[in-house]
């Protein structure tokens, strides 16, 4: 290291800590601050799911109030019959759907007579080139991103009058757009957002449909179960990625498979020194270890892939190998929804796609369950309750698992959840896996599904019964 | 652009650690904003900005010490919540020169630096979090300070220069 290294990195750290020092008493003092609703609402999103809140605040803001509002002025323009005094060519376009339906920050708009046979995907961009939102349509549905709930609309005043030079104008070199050359989005001087139909259909090109491959191991030690499946744990169409997360005891094993680009290796504590290369199944594969966590990568054709083992149980290399040599990839027909379920419940939380998935609901009474489906070639899932009793759901051979006790809330535990669905926190009560009851099957085309929840047995055959592919 | 970001909590260790860090500085870190901003809240948005910064960064704070992870916290959160400030008549000049405090009986160099640098003056040491803590460039560096990029990279140099040469001064010969 040379002598500027040397001080640049003594100055890295005394910088740093010059600031510890500086604000020790204010850092001291901090536990006693409260922090409003709105920031507290905010933390949830953000921990819930750091990546995708950081996608969608790593956009600039006056982007993300651009995109909210062509968004909602769009929905709200067609919802009253009033859009389009000046674009024709939009107004003939858009008044073929007839159904708006928003969802937190997404508007769906749906139609039955729309002019966008297939899948299509339209990236909007300025005339700098930047990013500034997307509308995709499939079949009769078309869906126009936007970073900003109606809340955040009102608090960050989007809905104010944007100036004219504000356009959004289609791809530069594009040589499909042919409807115009005008900008497919338009915010007019009397803040109305305007959309060129006409242009985003000619300048649309298919989209890549980029579901995240599903691989799992096929052979797993008895103790390690299936716990979630993000099937497409990925944040934009940029990225294809899935994890699969199995439970070892009072430790994780997870498998992700990542399409879209290979694994950085750079992790705390990880280092040349406690690298080696292995094989799996006959080639080439990275393994590293230090007393908490051990990591494997390796190249699995259509995905780059990591099996990682904490330390809070104790894992063999060799075992980690024998799991990596076993993996493939899977698949399952469909994504599967729970069609029936006691009143008042609602999906939560999902991450799915057709390979596997989990999905956290909350019932009327805010108790959660929660619902996991995979190729039963995954491993067997983890399960709630105790006393396995065979079952049958649907012709298909099954195990209920009954409560430690009685669902009466004696073993339950609040918490405060993020509702995806409304965009909200709410406080869910939950019971620990060992406490709550359960059923698992398989199916006919091979598929193995669980329902854990505070549900008395014939709920949970009922709502078992009830599940089909969307 | 995004895509750049995306190495960013992995695994699900990189999740957990994340998630205690966020736990034991969350509040010091809307602590050190509000100190500054005096607002709540542009307080809460500055601790917003920080996060995002952490989570942009994270294979670098992941990287660091516990106690160094939260250094970088109440670095970022500082510099935050300077960035809100930019505007607000936030142009102190840079002096050409300085008076450094002297080393107390013979401390050991790392405090001394650490001394140093409490009392270089802020808009060098601004330059030099950036810089060297955050890892900006000097163009985004530019950017925040509302500097050409050139005046950046002098003052870098030039920050780095005062605190060498009264380490030098003071006789410690290591750096």
Known sequence: ?470 | MLGIYLSALESEADRQKFQKLYEAYEKKVYAVALKILENQTQAEDAAQQTWLRLLKNWERVSALSWEKAGGYAVTAAKNAALDMLRGQAHTAAFPEDWEPPAPEDREGEYHYIVQLVCALPENYRRILELKLVEERSNREIARAMGLHESTVASRILRGKAMLRRQLEKEGYTDV
């Open chain 1, 1 to 470: 290291m040379s002598d500027f290294e040397k001080l640049d990195t003594l100055l890295q750290s005394a910088l740093m800590d010059a600031n510890l020092q500086q604000y020790a008493a204010v850092l001291d003092d901090a536990q006693a601050l409260r922090l409003s609703s709105r920031y507290l609402r905010q933390r949830t999103g953000l921990l819930a799911d750091p990546r995708r809140w950081m996608c969608r605040r790593s956009r600039p803001l006056w982007v993300r109030s651009v995109r909210a509002a062509a968004c909602f002025l769009l929905v709200c323009s067609i919802a009253f019959g009033s859009l389009l005094a000046v674009s024709p060519t939009a107004r003939a376009a858009v008044v073929k759907w007839f159904r708006t339906v928003f969802t937190g920050d997404t508007a769906i708009i749906q139609g039955s007579d729309t002019p966008f046979p297939d899948v299509k995907k339209t990236t909007l961009k300025d005339s700098d080139g930047n990013e500034i939102g997307s509308v995709t349509q499939a079949g009769d549905a078309a869906i126009v991103e936007s970073e900003l709930s109606m809340e955040e609309l009102e608090e960050q005043g989007a809905l104010s009058p944007a100036k004219p030079e504000e356009s959004v104008t289609p791809e530069t070199g594009s040589d499909t757009v042919s409807a115009a050359q005008a900008p497919m989005v338009t915010i007019g001087s009397d803040g109305t957002a305007y959309v060129n139909a006409d242009a985003i259909q000619a300048s649309s090109s298919p989209m890549v449909y980029r579901s995240a491959p599903q691989y799992a191991p096929t052979w797993l030690p008895e103790t390690v179960r299936l716990e979630k499946v993000k099937g497409n744990h990925g944040c934009d169409d940029t990225r294809a990625v899935s994890e699969w997360r199995y439970r070892d005891g009072i430790g994780w094993l997870t498998l992700t498979a990542n399409q879209s680009k290979k694994f950085t290796h750079i992790v705390e504590g990880l280092t040349e020194e406690n690298h080696e290369t292995v094989t799996v199944n006959g080639q080439a594969a990275d393994y590293y270890r230090n007393n908490e966590v051990q990591r494997l990568y390796w190249d699995g054709g259509d995905a780059s892939l990591m099996l990682e083992h904490d330390s809070y149980s104790y894992m063999s290399k060799e075992t980690m190998i024998r799991i990596a040599e076993s993996v493939k990839k899977l698949t399952v027909p469909a994504v599967y929804s729970i069609k029936w379920m006691p009143e008042g419940s609602h999906v939560m939380e999902w991450d799915d796609a057709p390979g596997g998935g989990w999905k956290k609901y909350a019932d009327g009474n805010h108790f959660y369950f929660t619902f996991l489906y995979a190729n039963s070639k995954g491993g067997a899932h983890m399960t709630c309750g105790i006393d396995p009793e065979a079952v049958t759901v649907n012709g298909c051979g099954g195990t209920y698992y009954a409560p430690v006790g009685a669902l009466d809330g004696t073993w339950s535990r609040s918490r405060i959840f993020y509702d995806e669905e409304t965009g909200s926190e709410v406080t869910a009560i939950y019971y620990e896996p060992s406490h709550a009851a359960a059923i698992t099957w398989t199916n006919t085309e091979g598929v193995t599904f669980t329902i854990c929840g505070a549900f008395e047995k014939d709920v949970l055959l009922k709502m078992a019964e009830s599940v089909a592919a969307d």
